[in-house]
């Protein structure tokens, strides 16, 4: 059973806009957060946003300014909108369910920004 989907993604033209939707499976209790990582290639996996189901915000520095997260803790659901893509923004970008018991992954969807 999947337990964190990502959905989005894909090919994005420099300067465009990205939206990222992901959700938890029900059979994951009391998720504290929810946010985006991300990877690119011979990179570490960095921040891209954070919420809690509190509505508190963190934002990687590399996204500051571009990006917006929001969460719906009724349908355990956490979108992240990107805009202003650069090639740097390239990478796999992956899905975090922060819950009490512990955290939860999704596989990743790509993001690729090329002309």
């Known amino acids: 059973q999947v337990q964190v989907e990502e959905s989005g993604g894909g090919l994005v033209q420099p300067g465009g806009s990205l939206r990222l939707s992901c959700v938890a499976s029900?059979?994951?209790?009391?998720?504290?957060?929810m946010g985006w990582y991300r990877q690119a290639p011979r990179s570490e996996r960095e921040l891209v946003a954070l919420?809690?189901?509190?509505?508190?915000?963190t934002y990687g520095d590399s996204v500051k300014g571009r990006c917006a997260i929001s969460i719906d803790t009724a349908e355990n659901t956490v979108t992240l909108h990107m805009n202003s893509l650069n090639i740097e923004d390239t990478a796999v970008y992956y899905c975090?369910?922060?819950?009490?018991?512990?955290?939860?992954w999704g596989q990743g969807t790509q993001v690729t920004v090329s002309s």
């Open positions: 975090l369910a922060v819950a009490v018991r512990g955290q939860n």
């Open positions: 029900r059979s994951i209790f009391s998720i504290i957060a």
């Open positions: 919420i809690s189901t509190s509505g508190s915000t």
